[in-house]
């Protein structure tokens, strides 16, 4: 049965997309195709992955940007108020942590690693709305990618399950803040995908297994499938939803072990 969602004169800025297997990228796909037009931002180290991606969309505008440059923000922010003027949907998936802290022991990372991890993965979130916000005038929708590794211990996953479980606390306490201003924000917890930022924690090929063994789906999802929540969850069908993490994990959330 096709469900047809549409965000026509809708604009989103989307961030995260490295190549075409990021989460991100299919969500900005999935607001394409409804009709929406994205603004996307990409790192340096992306471009030659990212821009070639950019001709896949209808009329989108697109820049470098990294979410710890403020003179990087400005000028992706300002690109977009002067082509958009007004914006609808904020996609936040961008987490970043060394590879020396996604393997080992929690407990042996460094601090300045510690900060970075929280900065690029969690305050990005606030930096972010705050930039968004004035350009939600008629309300609009945040959301942020998250994963279970922010509520139980998962391998490896270490000091970017801290920042993560912040990622989640902000998402309410922004949720609050903003609720009255018709701006809704939620976050997607999806199962493990294999994409460009997985592929540096360590053990990540036997965490999938142990995911598709468990769930109760007994598979993997798809970044297909998560981009689906988003597009629900940028859509007037979750106008009443709020500060909520949604699963996407083929129910592998709700086991025991």
Not at 53 to 59: F, Q, T
Not at 104 to 112: Q, V
Not at 162 to 178: H, P, S, T, V
Not at 209 to 217: E, G, I, R, T
Request: hydrophobic share 45%; net charge neutral.
């Amino acid at each position: 049965m096709s469900i047809n969602i549409d965000l026509s004169g809708r604009k989103a800025i989307v961030f995260g997309i490295a190549n075409d297997k990021s989460i991100a990228w299919h969500i900005a796909k999935r607001l394409d195709e409804a009709g929406c037009r994205i603004a996307a931002a990409y790192q340096e180290r992306n471009e030659q992955s990212a821009l070639p991606l950019m001709r896949e969309l209808k009329n989108p505008i697109f820049a470098q940007c990294d979410v710890t440059d403020d003179a990087l923000l400005d000028s992706f922010f300002n690109k977009v108020k002067n082509e958009f003027g007004e914006i609808d949907f904020l996609i936040h998936s961008i987490a970043f942590a060394k590879k020396e802290h996604l393997r080992g022991k929690f407990i042996d990372a460094d601090r300045k690693g510690y900060h970075l991890a929280h900065d690029v993965s969690s305050y990005s979130l606030i930096e972010l709305i705050k930039r968004s916000v004035p350009l939600m005038k008629n309300g609009g929708s945040v959301v942020a990618m998250t994963y279970i590794g922010s509520e139980k211990v998962i391998p490896n996953y270490n000091v970017m399950g801290a920042a993560k479980a912040a990622l989640e606390a902000g998402i309410r306490y922004a949720a609050n803040d903003l609720g009255e201003q018709k701006i809704r924000v939620n976050g997607i917890s999806a199962g493990p995908i294999p994409t460009l930022a997985a592929s540096g924690i360590s053990g990540f090929g036997e965490t999938v297994m142990n995911h598709a063994h468990k769930s109760p789906m007994k598979r993997l999802v798809t970044a297909d499938e998560v981009a689906d929540c988003a597009l629900f969850l940028c859509s007037d069908l979750s106008k009443a939803i709020t500060g909520q993490i949604i699963h996407v994990d083929a129910g592998y959330s709700i086991m025991g072990n």
